[in-house]
């Protein structure tokens, strides 16, 4: 279920109301989306789904070796490795790609901060 008690639903371009054509570029006629975290559990998903449904994606990662490409994702889908904790950067993500959605999926990534210890139960 999903939040607020209602039942989930998958979303694809037939569910979005006046979803954009992008009428330049790389991509052609299809529709653009942002998506941080793209190389996380569920942004691999996502980018996946949104490929197959035919939206053309660019994934932000913290590293390009982060990411294990598949079939899904190999039209349609670029990988740019970026700093989303460097003052502009997302800003300058958006200005680039001028997409019509941004799905902000990244976590916090601190490598040398050590994880607190999993308490009992």
Do not use: K, M
Request: glycine share 14%; hydrophobic share 35%.
């Amino acid at each position: 279920a999903a939040l607020g008690g209602g039942s989930a639903r998958a979303v694809s371009s037939t569910t979005v109301p006046n979803a954009p054509t992008v009428g330049h570029g790389e991509c052609g006629q299809r529709r653009r989306v942002l998506v941080t975290g793209a190389s996380g559990l569920l942004g691999r998903q996502v980018v996946e789904a949104l490929v197959r449904d035919g939206w053309h994606i660019r994934g932000l990662c913290h590293s390009r070796r982060s990411l294990r490409p598949s079939g899904a994702t190999a039209a349609g889908f670029e990988l740019v490795a970026c700093d989303l904790a460097e003052e502009g950067e997302a800003s300058r993500q958006v200005e680039d790609f001028q997409p019509y959605a941004v799905l902000h999926l990244a976590g916090e990534w601190r490598p040398n901060v050590p994880r607190p210890a999993a308490g009992p139960g």
